[in-house]
């Protein structure tokens, strides 16, 4: 894409939206994963990054828009052994920005493949990132072949079966 070239740091980046894409901007960093702490409950470790990639400009209709791409391997938490999982994170998505929420419903009910967002002057780049990361999340991640289904067989055997505990209760009764 035409335009500036910027490697934003690791700390918090704030963009004035509608300019930004006006100037035809783009913009690349990485985020630790220990900063985005709303997806934090989701993960099974917060070590490693995720590496985010914006670029913006105005479509045929003068809108401004903005292209974010969000990469990383993530560590989920398998749903069936409760280990974690990689996850392999590639999001891409066009979001086209407008002046109200009017404005996003008109184009929307017209298109409905856009995804409208609201002009920003303050918008945090790493909040946007994490909303792309929660929305592409996946609803019930499991390994395809547990390894984590020896585990699950010790912590059943390692746990009393509550009716043992009754069959004991009666063979005393019995007696």
Known sequence: MRGFRFYA????????????????????????????????D????????????????????QRPW?????????????????????????????????ASEEQIDEAEALDEDLEGILIDPELDIEALVEDEILLALPVALTHEVCGGDEALAKLASDKPNPFAVLAQLKTRKAE
Do not use: N
């Open 42 to 61: 989701q993960l099974a470790d917060t070590s490693g990054e995720v590496f985010w990639h914006i670029e913006s400009g105005v479509d045929r209709l």
């Open 9 to 40: 740091p690791a700390y918090m980046t704030v963009i004035h939206s509608a300019e930004f894409a006006q100037e035809a901007r783009e913009l690349k960093g990485s985020i630790p994963l220990a900063q985005l702490t709303r997806l934090a």
């Open 66 to 98: 903005l292209y974010l791409e969000v990469t990383g391997t993530l560590q989920l938490v398998c749903q069936r052994c409760l280990l974690g999982a990689p996850w392999q994170l590639h999001s891409e998505t066009v979001l086209t920005q407008f």
